[in-house]
């Protein structure tokens, strides 16, 4: 099962795979096909059935403009606003669409997470898959396409996990390494300095003695800030 919560709406996933919506529809952001007027005071289900090509839905991620569905079988759907769905158009989808595989060389996704104006996706085999404004988005400028970060930007390290604040983002290696890049006005990078400038377009990965020396087990963004747990289990 799997909740998230964007801009006056909340998702959630069920153990059969289908997915509940709930609050504010403004521009279609629910997922539920309609544009503007149909608000949701209470749960709506939207059937993995129906909408997900009969695919149990596995995990619900938001931001304020844009969702992202990743399903047990792998694969990945998004809608919102027309930044960082991926779809190679600039338009906004009031309803799931589907990425195709084809574009991440046919890997299963296992995470997604979505930034303001921009989305990041991890395969199966630790490839990590941006699309959005360059400076969120690691190396590429946007064309609304998933592009794969090259993987000697990680110095060669598959990552396991990956988050997204509004306008950073960040992944974590088998090593227990974390890399961090986007803005960083307000330090959410970590790397112990503020930068009014565009931020890092590529990741950097973050010095360990930032957590005395342990490996990070866990990370997670939010608008504007950056969480982590350490393998020690300190916060």
Not at 34 to 58: C, K, L, M, N, W
Not at 146 to 168: E, L, N, R, W
Request: with cysteine.
């Amino acid at each position: 099962m799997s909740v998230s919560c964007g801009d006056f709406r909340t998702f959630a996933v069920t153990e059969e795979g289908d997915l509940y919506v709930l609050g504010t529809n403004n521009r279609g952001i629910l997922g539920t096909g309609q544009f503007d007027t149909d608000d949701q005071p209470i749960p709506y289900r939207i059937s993995h059935e129906a909408v997900f090509a009969s695919e149990e839905v596995g995990m619900i991620a938001s931001s304020p403009f844009s969702n992202a569905v990743v399903t047990r079988h792998g694969s990945l759907f998004t809608w919102g606003s027309s930044w960082g769905l991926g779809h190679g158009r600039r338009v906004t989808e009031s309803a799931p669409v589907y990425a195709d595989k084809a574009t991440f060389e046919v890997s299963s996704i296992i995470m997604v997470a979505c930034g303001v104006c921009s989305s990041i996706a991890l395969t199966k085999g630790g490839g990590v898959w941006t699309c959005g404004k360059e400076q969120h988005a690691g190396t590429y400028a946007d064309d609304n396409v998933f592009h794969c970060i090259p993987a000697q930007y990680f110095h060669d390290k598959k990552i396991v996990m990956v988050t997204s604040g509004d306008h950073h983002m960040l992944s974590i290696d088998t090593e227990g390494m974390l890399w961090a890049w986007g803005d960083n006005r307000y330090g959410q990078l970590c790397c112990g300095a503020l930068d009014e400038g565009e931020g890092e377009t590529q990741p950097v990965l973050v010095p360990p003695t930032t957590f005395d020396g342990s490996k990070v087990a866990y990370v997670e963004a939010s608008s504007e800030s950056t969480m982590v747990v350490t393998a020690d289990s300190v916060l």
